[in-house]
T-cell receptor, first 115, second 110 residues
């Protein structure tokens, strides 16, 4: 069974540009979560999508947005990039169920560098 | 909202036992999870506690006390490959997702 996949693996952008990151969950998983992990820091929750809807978002500005497609894959969009957006962006998925958020399976991440 | 506190760094010796503590303040708490992350890698799920008590999975065990808002991860027979960051994470009710602690960097010395 394939795990969570993310693309691209690495990305270099300049300030003010826009970026789109992609995530495909494990087959059968309906929830997708996005996290930002700046160098040496913990995981900061960005967004949670389930069944195509945004269920919750973390304390990030509106220039961070995303969506989930009917096949449960997801995109994270970041507009007007700033230097501090440089980080590892992790996507995770979980299966349907009452406590599905408890066990999340992470993809390898996308390393974004903003110059 | 939720917040979790864990030590930033713990050092132990190969073959020994180490305990990583986690305290939390949450609303609508469901349970406590633990994740391992090696440098440059993605977090991987280790264990989950919804009820009080100890859960054992091989060399790793996790404990939860809901009345004390406290949990810990216990690693036995430490191996050099266990050198990594360990995160506790709390799940809550409603539309909350998963909130992670800042992580504990485990250093294992030979």
């Amino acid at each position: 069974e394939a795990g969570v996949t993310q693309s691209p693996t690495h990305l270099i952008k300049t300030r003010g540009q826009q970026v789109t990151l992609r995530c495909s969950p494990i087959s059968g998983h309906t929830s997708v979560y996005w996290y930002q992990q700046a160098l040496g820091l913990g995981l900061q929750f960005l967004l949670w999508y389930d069944e195509g809807e945004e269920r919750n978002r973390g304390n990030f500005p509106p220039r961070f947005s995303g969506r989930q497609f009917p096949n449960y894959s997801s995109e994270l969009n970041v507009n007007a990039l700033e230097l501090e957006d440089s980080a590892l962006y992790l996507c995770a998925s979980s299966s349907p169920g009452r406590r599905r958020a408890d066990t999340q399976y992470f993809g390898p991440g996308t390393r974004l560098t903003v110059l | 909202g939720q917040s979790l506190e864990q030590p930033s760094e713990v050092t132990a010796v190969e073959g020994a036992i180490v305990q990583i503590n986690c305290t939390y303040q949450t609303s609508g708490f469901y349970g406590l999870s633990w994740y391992q992350q090696h440098d440059g890698g993605a977090p991987t799920f280790l264990s989950y506690n919804a009820l009080d008590g100890l859960e054992e999975t091989g060399r790793f065990s996790s404990f939860l006390s809901r009345s004390d808002s406290y949990g810990y991860l216990l690693l036995q027979e430490l191996q050099m490959k266990d050198s990594a960051s360990y995160f506790c994470a709390a799940s809550g009710g409603g539309a909350d997702g998963l909130t992670f602690g800042k992580g504990t960097h485990l250093i294992i010395q030979p």
